[in-house]
């Protein structure tokens, strides 16, 4: 059964510590995205990825980071620097043309963090 | 300017209507377009695709107006189980098309 996973579905952190979310997909895709979605809002991009063992920032990217050492795994970390990491958190993979722009994008469930 | 601006919403309209949502986007190089939907307290689904002028699956219709730089979403007979929000989405131009730029969405409350 292919998709992309996401875990935990909750997180509670403390405020001060770094905490990892998990993102794994078996769709064979060659990018892969992180989105921050906050109540009322459109999703805005933190980081991604276009092939493994290399990464870019998104419009967001500031108090996170991330890794890109398989194919199937995208993990990040939300740093203690993030300053209001309380969000929904979309990660996403994809795989089409980019040349002609026709590239969809498949979303994980997420994970909702709450820093307490 | 928004990159790409929705109207929130809510829609609120009676089961089997007709509905229809409107997005403007600002990047004319844009190449690809899409709907997606998204249930409360859960993920994006896409819903349509539109590289060219437009795109029609079952009850669902999108039309691409590239002149005027506006995407449409038209949904017949709606369906209670259409409740959802409605992201416009749109790629970046040629050099980063791999970027999706989303709206804040929708909102459309289908009613008995």
């Known amino acids: 059964d292919g998709g992309i996973t996401q875990s935990p579905k909750y997180l509670f952190r403390k405020e001060g510590q770094n905490v990892t979310l998990s993102c794994e997909q078996n769709l064979n895709h060659d990018a892969m995205y992180w989105y921050r979605q906050d109540p009322g809002q459109g999703l805005r991009l933190i980081y991604y990825?276009?092939?493994?063992?290399?990464?870019q920032k998104g419009d967001i990217a500031e108090g996170y980071s991330v890794s890109r050492e398989k194919k199937e795994s995208f993990p990040l970390t939300v740093t203690s620097a993030q300053k209001n990491p309380t969000a929904f958190y979309l990660c996403a993979s994809s795989m089409g043309d980019y040349g002609s722009g026709r590239v969809e994008q498949f979303f994980g469930p997420g994970t909702r963090l709450t820093v307490l | 300017r928004k990159e790409v601006e929705q109207d929130p919403g809510p829609f609120n309209v009676p089961e089997g209507a007709t509905v229809a949502f409107n997005c403007t986007y600002s990047n004319s190089a844009s190449q690809s377009f899409f709907w997606y939907r998204q249930d409360c307290r859960k993920e994006p689904k896409l819903l349509m695709s539109v590289y060219s002028s437009g795109n029609e699956d079952g009850r669902f219709t999108a039309q691409l107006n590239r002149a005027s730089q506006y995407i449409s979403l038209l949904i017949r007979d709606s369906k209670l189980s259409d409740s959802a929000t409605y992201l416009c989405v749109v790629t970046g131009a040629m050099d980063s098309s791999y970027k999706l730029i989303f709206g804040s969405g929708t909102r459309l409350l289908v009613r008995p």
């Open positions: 990825s276009q092939i493994v063992n290399d990464f």
